[in-house]
């Protein structure tokens, strides 16, 4: 029994490591809300929910290796793996109609894709980039979502 107890304690970080693990999983958790919200509000398939767990996944993704004294170019394949993955997930919220050109879900996509990379952003301690991302992701879909809903109907 002693000896199982050992393993799982040997993983635990120390005092700062931790406070760095959790900082940076809330990060990308909390900026990954934000997106989220804007989705959920306008009733969206992936809201809320979705955006958090796809942001802490990619923040996840790249702690592990990191963390795992990982040299950078091995995080670096991590990324890629990442952002090829979530495209599978991105794939799922695409549905093309029976018109020619009626496709819905490519937001719904990118949006999710943005999220992942905005959790890589915060996995990797980049607070800056992570929030600069997630105001303009959130700016292209409210603000530009309400120009281009406009220019469409005026068409």
Known sequence: ??????????????????VSLVTRLLTAMILGALVGAQRESLGKPAGLRT???????????????????????????????IVTGIGFIGAGAILKLHDKREIEGLTTAAGIWMTAAIGIAAGLGRWGLALVSTILTWITLSIIGKIETWMNQKQ
Request: net charge negative; no cysteine; charged share 20%.
């Open 1 to 18: 029994m002693d000896i199982i107890l050992e393993e799982m304690l040997s993983g635990l970080p120390d005092g700062r490591q931790m």
């Open 51 to 81: 955006h958090m767990l796809v942001a802490m996944g990619g923040a996840l993704f790249v702690l592990a290796p990191l963390e795992a004294g990982m040299e950078l170019d091995g995080v670096s394949r991590v990324i890629q793996g």
